[in-house]
């Protein structure tokens, strides 16, 4: 469906829920990119299958296969989950597919993002991105949802949500010079608010240290309900994280939300620092236009980046000390939530974790049943 006779999903009623309100299902997107993932994605592979399957527990999930690797999904996924043919150039569904709105009826739609893999040729992670620009499309198709076109590069986990008229997101990722250089803040502003019916937008000055999508808020926090954040955070004053999470932590504890409540903000312990190893990085092809993914490289591994399904948290997990206590500080944040805590190293590698490869959609009305099965 397209969007000729939409105007903005504000001015048409609808808003982006908070990832915590109910959804009808997950979408994910299956990882082959040998520049991306070490071993042709094997092992990312059987990451990404574990995190289906863990978030099918609580929610139908909906994975987008290439043709040529429809058999290795099937064989690695539950049978339960969904499999559908998109082409994509890569794997990171919150970025590439939609941002699903809703309205007081509880219909929904989706907007689709104008995408330049994170930078373009200013900094863009590989190239070309054609497919992944047509993902968005090609999901509310599948799900035969309106879709607005939007006129501003963004991804999905560049913001977040409330749903009551909050977002919260970087200035090192949304004032880049690689995304939308002829905006000005206010500009940017406007836009969010409009697309996803924000009413106020909480400007964090940077992400986490070493994020190769140049701070996306996703990865150092995130609601967990109205009025409250969690935060990556750190205690080693010496770490060049400190500062970027004692920043964020001074803004947040000082600001209000959109309605006037003074923001709650938990932290987390970051882990390690974690580094990528001699072993994982030799597995990882080079390509032209392709980032580097080299031995030493710093990864920007977070706690924060968890799934909320109906019910259920999918955290990853990274094999470090740290492991245990965020368990139980995430566990103690959502009391009525199970709790499933996945070692993802292997999608730390490709650059992202649980929260970067999926995209909730949120319930909306029982007005019609049509699924991509």
Known sequence: MNSEKLTLPRLDGFRMPGEFEPHKKCWMLWPRRPDTWRCNGVPAQK???????????????????????????????????????????????????????????????????????????????????????????????????????????????????????????????????NRNPALSKKQIEDHLKNYVAAEKIVWLPQGVYMDETDGHVDNLCCFIKPGEVLLLWTDDTADPQYNRSLAAYQLLSAATDAKGRPLVVHRIHQPGPLYMSESESVGIETAAGSIARNTGRRLAASYVNFYIANGGIVMPLFNDPRDEAALRTIEKLFPEHQVIALQSREILLGGGNIHCITQQQPQGAYVCSRDSR
């Open 47 to 177: 990451a990404f299958a574990a995190v289906a399957a863990a978030i099918a527990r609580f929610e139908p999930v909906t994975v987008g296969v290439s043709r040529d690797q429809k058999d290795s999904a099937r064989a690695l996924l539950p049978t339960h989950v969904c499999i559908v043919e998109i082409e994509a150039d890569d794997a990171w569904m919150r970025d590439v597919g939609p941002t699903f709105v809703t309205n007081n009826s509880g219909e929904v739609r989706g907007i689709d993002w104008r995408f330049n893999a994170w930078g373009g040729n200013d900094g863009g992670l590989y190239q070309p991105w054609d497919s992944d620009e047509q993902v968005a499309g090609m999901v509310l198709r599948l799900e035969k949802k309106l879709r607005y076109q939007a006129d501003i590069v963004m991804e999905g986990g560049a913001f977040h949500s409330d749903g009551e008229g909050t977002v919260i997101t970087t200035e090192e990722c949304l004032l880049n010079r």
